[in-house]
T-cell receptor, first 115, second 112 residues
Framework: KQEVTQIPAALSVPEGENLVLNCSFT??????LQWFRQDPGKGLTSLLL?????REQTSGRLNASLDKSSGRSTLYIAASQPGDSATYLC??????????????FGTGTKLQVIP | EAQVTQNPRYLITVTGKKLTVTCSQN?????MSWYRQDPGLGLRQIYY???????DKGDVPEGYKVSRKEKRNFPLILESPSPNQTSLYFC???????????FGQGTRLTVV
């Protein structure tokens, strides 16, 4: 069974710091991995999608990497800003043992960027 | 504007009273899905649909029904809601199942 873990559960950093959020998954047979941010009371906003054949994706100050063999993805945020404060979620798309497509989410890292 | 729209945003209902949460997308996406989000458990997939008239169970389908009669709409039906279905619900869509997913704003459901 695929399990997705995000550590730490919460993180507080001063503004301007570069930071790394981690996402680990137990089954490397994934189709893709997607990073989201979720603001309180809001829906999920897609940040980056990495297909299984890719190693990384970049968008502005965000860079996500994927290492399937080790079951890890990292989200790098450069020069953090208070507006980056949110909960960050990763999700993997995969097939289960029965051949059915599944989406498994991590429980998220709650980030606070202090001005 | 490209978006996924859920209604209602907030709903309080009583045990056993049938309800429907609507989801509509204007991006002509083929893949749509429903999730529930609970503290400590994260988001879990309830049902998904690959295309019109094609639906399948996710991880937690018990107590829910869905239908996909047209491409843009994917309603979630609770025939007889129970308090353990109190949760935050999200609808999502994507062009295909392995492409970028877009989420609605969520529906907070309370069953008393």
């Amino acid at each position: 069974k695929q399990e997705v873990t995000q550590i730490p559960a919460a993180l507080s950093v001063p503004e301007g710091e570069n930071l790394v959020l981690n996402c680990s998954f137990t089954d490397s047979a994934i189709y893709n991995l997607q990073w989201f941010r979720q603001d309180p009371g809001k829906g999920l906003t897609s940040l980056l999608l990495i297909q299984s054949s890719q190693r990384e994706q970049t968008s502005g100050r965000l860079n996500a990497s994927l290492d399937k063999s080790s079951g890890r993805s990292t989200l790098y945020i450069a020069a953090s800003q208070p507006g980056d404060s949110a909960t960050y979620l990763c999700a993997v798309k995969h097939m289960n043992s029965g051949g059915y497509q599944k989406v498994t989410f991590g429980t998220g890292t709650k980030l606070q960027v202090i001005p | 504007e490209a978006q996924v729209t859920q209604n209602p945003r907030y709903l309080i209902t009583v045990t056993g009273k049938k309800l429907t949460v609507t989801c509509s997308q204007n991006m002509n996406h083929e893949y749509m899905s429903w999730y529930r989000q609970d503290p400590g458990l994260g988001l879990r997939q309830i049902y998904y649909s690959m295309n019109v008239e094609v639906t399948d169970k996710g991880d937690v389908p018990e107590g829910y029904k869905v239908s996909r009669k047209e491409k843009r709409n994917f309603p979630l039906i609770l025939e007889s809601p129970s308090p353990n279905q109190t949760s935050l619900y999200f609808c999502a869509s994507s062009p295909d199942w392995d492409t970028e997913a877009f989420f609605g704003q969520g529906t907070r459901l309370t069953v008393v």
